[in-house]
């Protein structure tokens, strides 16, 4: 079996699904041949390891066209000529896997159709959330409709695409939760040589500190200012022993950061802000210490820094609005807000009896292993890729 990956090859999760589960179809005989064909500009992260894998990549940004691409309003129309060309050239493919559904997908459908037994097309999140725009959602119509298969991340997303989508007339759908990078890493490697992989440069306190995690990202989305606020309601006898650590490595504007350091400048409570790129040791090291997430975005589907948190037994506070029935069907121990003008009181509550709420929470590994680890999703994955 011959499978084609649209996408992006930098993307770790691209990585790990060939790594952790096409890779070991194919050491088992299922999968012949596999390579990646991408319509961005990409940084080559993971070439080496893609070509140590004998996994070919096609770029279409190394066609010699590619300096009219930028050009506006024939721009597009070279990228759909050259995309063509290049993947005529290619022998045919028993699945071609689209990895984000990308609306220019639409204008060369035909040619993917052609190229491929059968189509399997996935949305990530921000696909089907952010998508606007009338001729951008009909050309992601004409991917669905052309698709044998839509694969969806959660069950909100689900709910999501059936409602957006309604007249799509593909409706096979099927939800598979996307592994967690990190865990995988953490599971496959850490665990094994933990005094190597572990690394000290984030000087995190000693055992003796109760350490509150801010969210994932410098993402406005995050509300970090607001949460901020709410802290400082606190009072300081429970915020004493407290650090709260506010991980900011990316996502978020120089303005949004500067107001966040603003912010904090009057706070009364002992802080630290990540903004350095965190290795994967880095941020185990940090889940490993953090006792309380405070999980309150305005929008997510389920991401992987929420489900971290939870595997890695941290007592994680998160927003009723964001609806993680999922969790309530599995007997996740997590705690739930319905504003975030309720976090003082929430918060102030968990800090005062930290130890209770972590016994709480000392079963979530096992609960959420079905959500982030590789070797409990590769059956769905059997049933995608190998049906009669």
């Known amino acids: ?17 060939i790594e952790y589960y096409l890779l070991e179809s194919k050491k088992q005989g299922r999968i012949s041949r596999i390579a990646i064909f991408t319509i961005h500009k990409y940084n080559k992260i993971f070439d080496k390891f893609y070509a140590s894998k004998d996994i070919k990549i096609f770029s279409l940004y190394k066609s010699s066209m590619r300096i009219f691409f930028s050009v506006p ?14 993947l005529g050239k290619l ?7 689209i990895q984000g559904i990308d609306w220019f997908y639409g204008f060369v459908m035909g040619s993917i159709r052609n190229s491929s037994y059968r189509v399997v097309s996935g949305f990530w999140g921000s696909d089907l959330y952010k998508v606007k725009g009338d001729v951008k959602i009909k050309l992601q119509r004409r991917i669905l409709n052309n698709s044998d298969l839509v694969i969806l991340g959660t069950d909100m997303m689900r709910r999501v695409y059936l409602k957006k989508y309604r007249n799509v007339r593909n409706k096979n759908v099927k939800v598979i939760y996307f592994p967690s990078p990190i865990i995988n890493y953490y599971v496959n490697r850490y665990k094994s040589d933990k005094d190597k992989c572990k690394n000290l440069k984030l000087n995190l306190p000693a055992n ?3 350490v509150v995690t801010v969210g994932y990202n410098g993402s406005t989305n995050q509300q970090h200012l607001s949460i901020i606020e709410r802290v400082n309601k606190i009072d300081s006898t429970i915020l004493k022993n407290v650090l709260f650590v506010f991980p900011v490595t990316y996502g978020g504007s120089v303005s949004y950061l500067n107001a966040i350091k603003k912010k904090l400048e009057d706070a009364s409570f002992e802080f630290l802000v990540l903004e350095n790129f965190l290795s994967y040791d880095d941020i185990i090291y940090l889940f490993e210490r953090t006792d309380v997430y405070v999980h309150l975005p305005v929008t997510d589907s389920f991401s992987s820094a929420m489900r971290e948190n939870i595997y890695f037994e941290s007592v994680v506070i998160t927003g009723s609005w964001l609806n993680y029935e999922i969790l309530d069907k599995n007997n996740v121990f997590y705690l739930k807000i319905k504003s975030i003008k309720d976090l003082s009181c929430s918060l102030a509550n968990v800090l005062d009896k930290i130890e209770y709420f972590k016994n709480r929470s000392v079963n979530n590994k096992m609960l959420i292993d079905e959500f982030v680890l590789w070797n409990k999703v590769k059956n769905k994955w059997d049933e995608v890729y190998f049906v009669d």
């Open 91 to 97: 022998s045919a493919f028993d699945i071609c896997h």
């Open 73 to 86: 309003k024939i721009g597009i129309f070279f990228k759909i000529v050259i995309f063509k060309l290049m």
């Open 208 to 210: 003796n500190k109760i």
């Open 1 to 17: 079996m011959n499978i084609l990956i649209l996408g992006n090859p930098d993307s770790i999760y691209i990585k790990d699904f």
